[in-house]
């Protein structure tokens, strides 16, 4: 997996989150495992 400019990823064993600064190949990893990629958090709708 590579890492993608301006992405948020999450550890989702000690909740630590890292921004990525620079693109390229390989993965993030916290904690022995590769972190997740942190999924925005929905607009709420005005009504």
């Given at each position: 997996?590579?890492?993608?400019?301006?992405?948020?990823?999450?550890c989702?064993?000690?909740?630590?989150?890292?921004?990525?600064?620079?693109?390229?190949?390989?993965?993030?990893?916290?904690?022995?495992?590769e972190?997740?990629?942190?999924?925005?958090?929905?607009?709420?709708?005005?009504?």
């Amino acid at each position: 997996m590579s890492n993608t400019l301006g992405k948020r990823y999450v550890c989702e064993g000690c909740g630590t989150e890292a921004l990525c600064n620079k693109a390229g190949a390989g993965s993030i990893q916290c904690c022995g495992a590769e972190m997740k990629l942190k999924e925005a958090k929905p607009l709420p709708s005005s009504d």
